[in-house]
């Protein structure tokens, strides 16, 4: 039997000694560190290189914000869910917010919904299509004059991702949150409502690559936070066209085939997603006086009404802090699962069932019990 390399031989204690954490952490900063030092020496090249592709990449300074009323609406789900013999119970909390003076009054509105999975969790797709269901009820209170407000604002991505090769309940969900997408951008080019979705979690690397910097590890975000100065956005043009400009890698030396191979298949279900004659932007800003020096990722369509500099502009300046849209951290804030509320709804489950099922119920409770017992405290408890 042929050895291992070194590399896998190695072994340390299991545990909490503080040595070993130490050690752990020394590695893992060490690797940050120099990754980061790396790419601080490429920022004016890095910058430089931005600015010379000006038919896709535009760098401005943000300008004077405009009054504007925001609707927010964001969603907190059980990741993962609340794991039954049975299935998998999710539970979703969507929550909307009105927000800036413009307003006139601003509300805050906050529903629960729970669905039962019997063989995968779906949660996370069912809170996207609940969060589109609440943002085009506000859309459609606009369109009757009960409310008014200039932008809707999204936590996560406007355009779903991927449908990939995923089969029966989980590829229909998806494509009806596709479906709500389409009427949701309708109706507010219908009402001149601009959308943007906050893109927290992203670790695409595209940018970097279509530049030509094929060996920088960090994200797009990542090195977006080292280039842009406090109050600078960058305009990273619409998805179709960082598509097209990835496809022009595939004869390029240097870039990893089985990389760039993912990011076309992922690009390629995004752009095919994309309503007709709608041209989704990407952007990244900064904003100043926050507490953390990085910038923030945006997918947006501007409307009539409010151009993209004036939209992004008022978006660098209502978002101190945490870098994230104030009424973003507004309703992420109200939409927090507790676990008097995971209780609850368990609770409420086995009532029903009880109640509904009669005789039948002493068949069906068992399963409702937790898949792994010992994790009722931490889930009900």
């Known amino acids: 039997m042929p050895s291992l390399p070194e590399q896998f031989t190695s072994e340390e204690p299991l545990g909490v000694a503080p040595e070993v954490v130490e050690k752990a952490v020394i590695r893992a900063t060490s690797k940050l560190i120099a990754e980061i030092e790396r790419v601080k020496s490429?920022?004016?090249?890095?910058?430089?290189?931005?600015?010379a592709r000006r038919e896709i990449f535009t760098i401005r300074e943000a300008g004077k914000p405009e009054n504007l009323c925001y609707a927010a609406v964001d969603s907190s789900f059980t990741a993962p869910a609340i794991e039954l013999v049975g299935g998998y119970l999710g539970i979703v909390v969507v929550a909307s917010v009105l927000y800036g003076s413009k307003c006139g009054r601003n509300t805050v509105d906050a529903k629960a919904y729970t669905e039962l999975w019997f063989n995968s969790d779906l949660t996370s797709t069912i809170a996207r299509y609940y969060e589109r269901v609440v943002a085009l009820k506000l859309l459609e209170e606009k369109k009757r004059g009960n409310v008014d407000f200039d932008v809707l604002l999204l936590d996560g991505e406007i355009i779903p991702r991927t449908l990939g090769r995923r089969e029966g309940s989980s590829r229909e969900l998806l494509e009806r949150v596709v479906e709500l997408t389409s009427r949701m951008l309708e109706l507010a080019d219908k009402t001149d409502t601009a959308v943007v979705g906050v893109l927290k979690r992203s670790y695409a690397r595209d940018i970097v690559n279509i530049l030509g910097f094929h060996d920088i590890k960090l994200s797009d975000r990542a090195v977006m936070s080292l280039v842009l100065k406090p109050g600078e956005y960058l305009i990273a043009g619409v998805h179709s066209e960082i598509y097209s400009e990835l496809r022009k890698?595939?004869?390029?030396?240097?870039v990893k085939k089985e990389w760039l191979e993912s990011r076309l298949k992922w690009y390629e279900a995004l752009v095919s997603n994309i309503p007709v004659g709608y041209a989704v932007k990407l952007a990244f800003y900064r904003a100043p006086r926050t507490l953390y020096p990085i910038a923030t990722k945006i997918e947006y369509l501007s409307s009539g009404g409010l151009a993209e500099d004036a939209l992004i502009s008022s978006l660098v300046h209502v978002s101190a802090g945490t870098g994230i849209p104030a009424p973003v951290d507004y309703a992420?804030?109200?939409?927090?699962?507790?676990?008097?509320?995971?209780q609850t709804a368990y609770q409420k489950l086995l009532a029903?069932?009880?109640k509904r099922a009669g005789l039948r119920a002493r068949d069906i409770l068992p399963l409702l019990s937790l898949m792994n017992p010992e994790k009722l405290t931490r889930i009900l408890g």
């Open 42 to 51: 490429l920022i004016a090249e890095i910058r430089r290189a931005l600015e």
């Open 249 to 254: 890698l595939e004869s390029k030396p240097g």
């Open 332 to 342: 992420d804030a109200l939409s927090t699962i507790t676990r008097e509320l995971r």
């Open 352 to 354: 029903e069932i009880a």
